[in-house]
């Protein structure tokens, strides 16, 4: 089975949440990077999520700069893989492993390729799939994640849910009142909720956590971790 985990938009919390899938989906599983970007002084995503999760992990396509795959493939006249190849090695993955979860770059439209190939054709390529969509849950987290499930809706791909990237353990007024409005006004439930700090926790303490993050009963009151926004 491959699941695709997208978000709504570049520092939701894609990589703990693709961590906490790996976790929650137990042996056999391997997480994939098409596309890693401004790789970071520390670690990659994938770094993070084979020390949190202890999963194997692979990445296919590594570019310097901060920037949309297809943007930093340009600037410094690098060929990379198209969403056929991509599509082609995940498929080999998902033959050898019982689980492959995908973990997009940026937003579901960001371009993975220089011929315009996004997350979004990946999907549509590899389909069935399951998509997870992480999103936020602060002001503005309403219009961002009903455009993303309606760009994936538009190719016949129904989301699987929503995972909240980072939850405050504090939320404020917009946060409090999205907890019924996101799904509300996207028709999907809420899958996770990731508490904002979880990827400062160690990975034994990761692991043992990750299952209670899933379809819990929706509450505003979230376990306390140290502040930092979602990866």
Known sequence: MI??????GTGVGKTLATAA???????????????????????????VVA????????????LADPLAPDTAARLRGVAIPRIGDHAARLRDLAARYERVIVEGAGGLLVRLD??????LDLAAALAPVRVQVVTRLDLGTLNHTE????????RGLEPAGLILGSVPAD????????????????????????PRGAGDLDPDTFRARAADWFCGPLSVHQE???????R
């Open 171 to 194: 939320p404020d007024q917009a946060a409090r009142h999205n907890l019924t409005e996101l799904p509300r006004v996207t028709g999907l439930p809420i899958t996770a909720r990731l």
């Open 3 to 8: 699941t695709i985990v997208t978000g709504t």
């Open 224 to 230: 306390r971790l140290p502040e930092r926004e979602g």
């Open 51 to 62: 020390r949190l999760a202890g999963c194997p992990v692979a990445e296919f396509t590594r």
């Open 114 to 119: 220089t011929e315009g190939g996004t997350l």
């Open 147 to 154: 455009l993303t499930v309606a760009a994936l809706r538009s």
């Open 21 to 47: 899938l790996a976790v929650r989906s137990g042996p056999g599983t391997v997480v994939v990077k098409p596309a890693q970007t401004g790789v970071p002084a520390d670690e990659p995503d994938t770094a």
